[in-house]
């Protein structure tokens, strides 16, 4: 009898080791995990008959090992970066546990299953990239397996498909986690120098970037792209055709160029130079989880957690015609320290900001806490700025501002404890 291998997920509700566990799941191996506290990715992975604790201790997966044998220790980046003493790492150490990060296991899972891998990689756009293109595969009928960095309205954020060829993911340069792959296709979105503490220097950022491609069969860029990370197009480096963006009609200039990417390597996979189905499914495209997703009239949850990713958003907002009014919560104190003077250029002409205390992971001891009193000090009067904090005042001046037509924009980069989370709990109807 064949046995069946147990894999256990180590931040298991984390947007990127979520999908890969329903995936495992689906294709037939034992799953289980944890996460240090719950979420509606926990929530939405238990729905889907995964055993998880919400806890991390050696305890709780000695406990899972017994009822169990753990055969595969899977975690995230951040684990080790967190705690290099995590109690569960060190309970697979002593056991002599198999253990390693996600890309491992994806890489193992993709050999095994003889997928051909589509990477959407970049500083901005990865994941609704990679949410259009399961979408276009969808309506378009091409079988495909995927994990999506967000919960979509048209499928798990992660499925496993047995008649697929390819595999759709958002290679994530965090922890340099995307070279462990060789795509068949990699579709680069906007690059810019992010993740200051793994990469010190813009150069750093840029050669991983290269290596990146150097390691794809397949490269599909904007023109911008491959001219900031100096690549010349040849025969597997493909230009996208500037001409497809009037054709798409999607909100928001980020959003045609991400599109058009996706259009590029839907294109490539179905062997065709005939874009009209391509483009008519990207049209109907509904969006994703937390990329200007619409909560209730008026109110908006968005991703952006960077100047140049908010500024993109607001643009796509001001395409609605609408006052603007924007709830802001920065993504960690240490990312702040490099991005703090970029914001005066972006929250301008604004009817109101509100801006939230930073939303704290990973930090670095060393650092001052930059308090939102001291970014508002940079900012121009035309923001409109004022501190918040997550509370029913907020929630009256939101729902205030929403009731008089205003456009209200929540920007949130955090999981559970954050301003979206905190915002589906006030708005959202169950």
Not at 27 to 43: F, L, N, P, R
Not at 85 to 114: A, C, N, W
Not at 271 to 291: F, K, M, Q, V, W
């Amino acid at each position: 009898m064949m046995t069946i291998m147990h894999i256990f997920f180590s931040g298991i509700g984390g947007t990127g080791i979520g999908p890969l566990a329903l995936i495992a799941k689906q294709a037939g191996y034992e799953v289980s995990g944890s996460d240090k506290q719950a979420s509606q990715y926990t929530t939405y992975l238990q729905k889907h008959g995964i055993q998880l604790y919400i806890e991390q201790t050696k305890e709780a997966i000695a406990k899972m090992h017994q009822t169990k044998p753990i055969d595969w220790f899977v975690y995230t980046s951040a684990l080790p970066l967190e705690n290099p003493h995590h109690p569960e790492l060190m309970y697979v150490h002593e056991l002599g546990i198999h253990h390693s990060k996600r890309d491992d296991f994806l890489q193992y899972f993709l050999t095994e299953k003889k997928l051909k891998l589509i990477a959407f990689a970049g500083t901005h756009g990865k994941t609704s990239s990679t949410a259009m293109a399961v979408w276009t595969a969808k309506q378009l009928g091409v079988p495909i397996s995927y994990s999506v960095g967000a919960k979509i309205s048209f499928g798990d954020m992660g499925h496993y498909d047995p008649s697929s060829k390819y595999f759709l993911y958002e290679c994530d340069e965090f922890d340099k986690n995307f070279l462990a792959y060789q795509p068949y296709i990699s579709v680069l979105t906007k690059v810019d120098w992010d993740h200051h503490e793994q990469y010190p220097t813009r150069k750093n950022y840029i050669d991983a970037f290269r290596q990146f491609v150097s390691q794809s069969k397949n490269v599909i860029a904007h023109k911008s792209e491959l001219k900031y990370l100096s690549i010349e197009s040849k025969n597997n480096v493909h230009e996208i055709d500037e001409s497809l963006l009037p054709l798409l009609k999607i909100k928001g200039a980020h959003n045609r160029s991400n599109a058009a990417g996706v259009a590029t390597a839907m294109a490539m996979i179905q062997r065709t130079n005939d874009y009209e189905s391509i483009i008519r499914a990207l049209n109907a495209y509904p969006g994703s989880n937390r990329r200007f997703e619409k909560l209730t009239d008026n109110i908006y949850s968005d991703y952006a957690h960077t100047p140049e990713e908010i500024a993109a958003t607001l643009q796509l907002a001001k395409e609605y015609g609408k006052s603007i009014v924007v709830v802001y919560e920065p993504l960690t104190n240490r990312r702040q320290h490099f991005m703090r003077d970029a914001y005066k250029d972006v929250f301008q002409q604004l009817d109101a900001l509100y801006w939230l205390p930073s939303y704290l992971a990973r930090e670095d001891p060393e650092l001052d806490i930059i308090h939102p009193e001291q970014f508002i000090a940079q900012l121009p009067e035309s923001a409109h700025a004022h501190t918040a904090k997550l509370n029913d005042e907020l929630k009256s001046t939101i729902i205030q501002a929403s009731n008089s037509g205003a456009l209200v924009l929540l920007l949130a980069g955090g999981g559970g404890g954050s301003l979206d989370e905190w915002a589906r709990k006030a708005f959202v109807k169950r």
